[in-house]
């Protein structure tokens, strides 16, 4: 951890995040002792993601985010992102993919990535896990790391981002669940097999459904699909349509149909 993370982090996130939350951690034991991976957690809070990345930092494993190019162009907050060694993301532009060979570089080099698969904020009005991009998927079969997933819960509470606000006080719960390491080998490592890519990637958002369905004590429905439900526009969740009929066909559950790189990356991770 490089004296500026550990200052950004336990000298400013950490206190901020202890000011609006009572934080629970479990599962700590199933993080990797060593060597690089692939953290993976749901998505329904702005916050959220410093909160995942919270229960990695306070056991002393630095995680680097992918995060929005356009972060990196505010004044202060850019600088911040640069020094913490950040990864940008070019969205719908031709260096999409860079943010996935820089984090596998990273990850070879023995460090820890993580993203947020379903690539933007849950727009699932049950505030389940959607649907995944592949970027998560693509990132441990070509490195051969294994993923961590996790589940949260509650950071929704103290930043509604669907035009709820902040709400800092009195201070909420957030609990945060860690998983046991998914082993990809199985998938191979060839990421142009878009159907291997697709069923890795539909493994992993199983893993973080099931441990958000621990976390609210409830079954989830079928993943909400943006291609199959509509995607309703940033900062709007969007509404179920019925369920196919069974044999319909539609992408395996967990996934996203595309296996281009711009689909492949997400787009709301911040650190």
Do not use: C
Not at 31 to 40: C, E, K, M, T, Y
């Amino acid at each position: 951890m490089t004296p500026f993370y550990r200052f950004a982090s336990r000298g400013a996130i950490i206190p901020f995040l202890k000011a609006v939350s009572r934080q629970q951690v479990t599962g700590t034991e199933n993080i990797p002792s060593s060597g690089g991976f692939v953290a993976v957690a749901n998505h329904l809070s702005d916050l959220d993601s410093l909160t995942a990345m919270r229960a990695l930092v306070d056991v002393d494993v630095p995680a680097y985010s992918l995060a929005k190019s356009t972060l990196f162009d505010i004044p202060l907050l850019g600088r911040v992102f640069k020094a913490g060694g950040q990864i940008p993301v070019y969205r719908q532009s031709a260096q999409a993919g860079n943010a996935l060979v820089e984090a596998e570089r990273r990850l070879r080099g023995g460090d820890v990535v993580m993203v947020f698969p379903e690539g933007t904020l849950s727009r699932d009005p049950l505030q389940w896990p959607m649907t995944g991009k592949t970027g998560a998927a693509r990132l441990a079969m070509a490195t051969g790391v294994p993923v961590l997933p996790m589940g949260q819960w509650g950071a929704q509470e103290i930043i509604d981002s669907f035009g709820g606000g902040f709400h800092p006080f009195p201070r909420k719960e957030v609990r945060v669940m860690i998983g046991r390491p998914l082993d990809l080998s199985r998938f191979g490592t060839d990421t142009t097999d878009r159907e291997a890519v697709r069923e890795a990637t539909a493994e992993i958002m199983r893993a973080i459904t099931e441990i958000v369905e621990q976390l609210r004590g409830l079954k989830a429905p079928r993943p909400y699909d943006m291609k199959y439900d509509g995607d309703p526009g940033k900062g709007k969740r969007g509404v179920r349509r019925p369920d196919p009929p069974t044999g319909a066909e539609d992408p395996a559950p967990g996934t996203r149909a595309s296996g281009e790189d711009p689909d492949a990356v997400q787009d709301g991770a911040t650190a």
